[in-house]
């Protein structure tokens, strides 16, 4: 039992860094962010590379910030809606909703 317990949490681990993974790949150095909090596409594509070594080390302490980037009008929304993935976004919001809520269940992260 404690083995699935083990696999479960590791999956969600892995599924929320390729979900995040994924967004990245979305932005370029052509990245409209006009409707974001950042003030250059860089300072978001240094943040979250910097994350996803903390992430891989099993440290999801900045997850919350996340959590609030994929609110309503948050900045992936925004950005989604302003480089034409929106649609896209929806799938990535749903998904992120559900693996943070496993993460938390789990107290993987508070």
Do not use: C
Request: net charge negative.
């Amino acid at each position: 039992m404690q083995t699935d317990l083990n696999s479960m949490l590791e999956n969600d681990t892995s599924e929320m860094i390729a979900l995040l993974k994924n967004i990245r790949k979305k932005i370029s150095n052509n990245t409209d962010i006009t409707w974001s909090s950042f003030d250059n596409v860089e300072e978001l594509q240094a943040m979250m590379d910097k994350d996803f070594v903390e992430f891989e080390a099993g440290n999801f302490s900045s997850l919350k910030e996340y959590k609030t980037m994929f609110l309503p009008t948050g900045d992936f929304e925004e950005m989604a809606i302003s480089n034409g993935w929106g649609k896209e976004y929806l799938q990535f919001a749903s998904e992120f909703d559900k693996l943070y809520k496993n993460m938390q269940a789990n107290h993987i992260i508070e």
